[in-house]
Nanobody, 128 residues
């Protein structure tokens, strides 16, 4: 099993920045692609960004492209989401997810059922 723990959420003003972290523990050798999703109140969980095992390939939802950056440090078993130019529409619980399958093309893993492990989420609130 793999456990994922997110951190870095909180309250931020519109136009501000925030960096989320997600640290994996357990059978981390089984983790390949990783992703971030978010869920706003009353809405379904939606894809935000994904990154390949080695970190060379990334993919973003159109709503965050150019503002958010996903990265990972495999030595620390940690994936990051740097969020800039935040607006109130970015308010949500942000979830980290990990995928076991190898050879993932990150642009194809944008749905919840593509991932095997999930964190508990961290709340990000953007005030106007």
């Amino acid at each position: 099993q793999v456990q994922l723990l997110e951190s870095g959420g909180g309250l931020v003003q519109a136009g501000g920045s925030r960096r989320l972290s997600c640290t994996a523990s357990g059978r981390t050798f089984s983790v390949n692609a990783m992703g971030w999703f978010r869920q706003a109140p009353g809405k379904e969980r939606e894809f935000v960004a994904a990154i390949s095992r080695g970190g060379s390939s990334t993919y973003y939802a159109d709503s965050v492209k150019g503002r958010f950056t996903i990265s990972r440090d495999n030595a620390k078993n940690t994936v990051y989401l740097q969020m800039n130019s935040l607006n109130p529409e970015d308010t949500a619980v942000y979830y980290c997810a990990a995928r076991k399958a190898r050879g993932t093309v990150v642009s194809t893993v944008t749905t919840v059922d593509e991932y095997d492990y999930w964190g508990q989420g961290t709340q990000v609130t953007v005030s106007s």
